[in-house]
Structure formats: C-alpha cells, structure tokens
C-alpha cells in the first residue's frame, strides 16, 4: 500500500492510496531567489564550502567566494576569486539544495525555520505518495544570475526531461516560489514547444509577476536582511549582501514593470536639503519607475568594496539594466500553451514595502549617495511582506485557479491551506474537509 498522507484537513480512502504511488505525476519543485544553496567549488583541487546559506562564519565566507562583478561579453555574473566557481548540489534528485538552506546540526537544534524552504512541502508530498527520484524531483540554481540565462534555462530542460523519463513518461507538475515563478516564465517564453511537451501543471506561489518594487529599491540602494533578530547576528550583514545584490541580473530583473497598470506607480522618495542663494530649504522628492534609475545612478556612484588588498568599483549597473530590459520583454511575451492548466497562489493580509524613502524632514539628504548608508521608511501595501498581492496575481495568463492566502512569503510553502489547494490540484485527495482561511479570487481570466 502507498504511503498516506497525514496533512490536516483531508480524508483518503484505501483504494486511491494503493495506486498512488503509480498514478502520480511527478512534481518538479523550483525554488526562488535566495532558495538554493551555493557551494564554492575549487577549480583545480575540486573541493567545495557552502556559502549560502550557512550561519557560522557566514558573512566572512560570503565576501571571500560569493562577491561578485558581472560580465557584459558573458552576461554571466562571476565571482572576485577567480581560482573557485559557485556550483549548486544536486543530490537528493536536486532536493537536497531547496530543502534546509543550512542543514548543520546547529541550525537543524535551533530548528531555524528561516532557513527552512521546500522543507516541509516536501515531508508533505512524500507522505502524500511522491517519491524522491521517480515523481519527486527539486531545482536549485544560482540565483545570482538572470532568469532567462543559458545554463538556467538549459538546467531546467534536464530536470524536466529528467522527470519525465522517470515517470515512465508521465508529463510533469511544476511547483515554484517567488523568483522561480519568473525563471519558469522565462523558460515558457523561450521554450514553448518544450514546455508543452513535458509540463501538464504549473502551480505558481508568491511570484513577482510585475516586480516587487519596494524590496527590490531599497535592495539595490542599501541591501537586504535574510534573517532577522537574534539570528541576524551570526548571518551575512545587510551591507554584505548589498554589495552582491547590486551586481545580480535577477535582482535588476523585479524591478518594478513600468508597463503595468499600477493603481500607484511605486514611487521612491527622498527628503532633500538644497541651498540657493544663501538660503537652505527641505523638499520630498518622489521617483517613479523610470525617474528612478538616474536615481540610483546618482546614489550608487561612489559604492565600492575592498576585495583581496584591491578596491573594485560597485556603481549602479547600466549593462545589467540592458539586459534586464531584454528579460522583461520575454516575460511580457509569454504564453501559456493550450493544454497546460495554470494555478496562482499569493500571500495577503500583510503589510509590505511598496514606496521607500530616505532621510526625513528633520535629517534631509544632501548629496545622493548618502542614501545608501541611511535606513529606509516604507509605505506598505497589502501582500506577504516581499510581493505585492497586486503583483503576485497579475500573471496574464488564464489561471484555471487563483487563490489569495493570508501568510507571509516564505511561510506560503508551509502554510496548510496551500498544501491543500496544492493536493486538490494535483489530484491527491478524494474528500476535503473545509478549514479555509483563503479568499478565492473569482475572475480566473487573465489581466
């Protein structure tokens, strides 16, 4: 008999279990940005550390292997040691780099759920009948990278293929999280015979279908915090990360879409401290999606880091931007095939960052860059803390479901509502006891 499946709320009989576990299509599991670990790998002796994620010695490991400058003739990121180069594991089928980012015993002790990403999702699908390497697999990739990028775009045709030939020829259920959600699309718009060809369900969680302006602006201009509160101490520090995330085509690739129907274009604002004739006044200024890119041009002119006794010069990335402009031109194209049946999770009932702002009435900013060692202050918009719930469910595509979910970004992929919608879709349930704590979006046509 095949394994039952003990998540809450749903009721299977006998028979549907004894066939599942040859009945199942298989499900590949794409994980979003920051969801894959990262090793740094030796190029000549082969040997490899894991930089991301890892919590001792985290920020000291990060700027030695995982600092980066980005390639125009390549339009591949790379990183500052020349002698290494960043891989991501795949063992497990690829589960293994999208399950517990750190997976030491110290944070597996402290039972650091931060850290935790298909974790969980997994437990559940396994008990649901799945298994590892026959209707099982996950895809990690380096998420440093752009979403429409050669090798990303190639890894995933291998994994579906992969899948697919396991299954016994069985087309594949996709699962992806927020950034994986855009690589997904990006591979859809590219590759549409082959996504047809081997993709019969793509369930989407937490993507930033249209940006998500304001983490991705204050992570451009003063970085990112992974982890917060105590835990925070013994991570990799927010200008750490800063200093890589400038330099990430996926980063510049969730920049708001300046083409979306916005109820409120995104808008940065900065207090600002002029002179003229003699006298000094305080106006706020506000930056729209296009206004801001001299803005960051202008903030981030004098951003730098000190690697290996040489200073490198971190501006703000116009051959990147190019390029992202390119990405998001692909997203825009794309189209669901006929015959691929498309889901839409998002995350609600939270405050997150849509406008950011820097200095006060009372602390202007003078010059430009003094924003970049400032601290922000948001105005927030419904969502899961990271994606704007306006963003998430504007997919353009003709969702057979979309479902609003009140959870924050990272607890969608162990939320048990979703687990539920996400068993319901995949056909492995057969009785559902309702304890919904969902608002079902009725217009399923695409925007």
Known sequence: MGARCFCPCFDFDDHYNRNAQTE??????VSGIGGSILHSKRKKLGFDTRVWVRILLADLEFKKKLWSVYNPQTGYTETLDKDTEIVVPDDDYGLYAIDILDPSWFVKCIHLKEVYQFHDMIDMLVGCGYKKGTTLFGYGYDF?????????????????ETAYKASGGRKVNIISHSMGGLLVTCFMSLHNDVFLKYVCKWICIACPFQGAPGCINDSLLTGLQFVEGLESYFFVSRWTMHQLLVECPSIYEMLANPKFDWKELPEIQVWRKHSKDGETFVDLESYGPIESIPLFEEALKHNELSYDGKTVALPFNFSILRWAAETRQVLNNAKLPDGVCFYNIYGTSFDTPFDVCYGSKTSPIEDLSEICHSMPQYSYVDGDETVPAESAKADGFAAVERVAIAARHRELLRDKTVFQHIQRWLGVEQRVIICSKTSRVADASSK
Not at 24 to 29: K, M, Y
Not at 144 to 160: F, H
């Open 24 to 29: 199942l299509d298989p499900v590949l599991l």
């Open 144 to 160: 440093r990278q752009s979403n429409r990028i050669d090798k990303l775009m190639e890894g995933l045709k291998v994994k579906l």
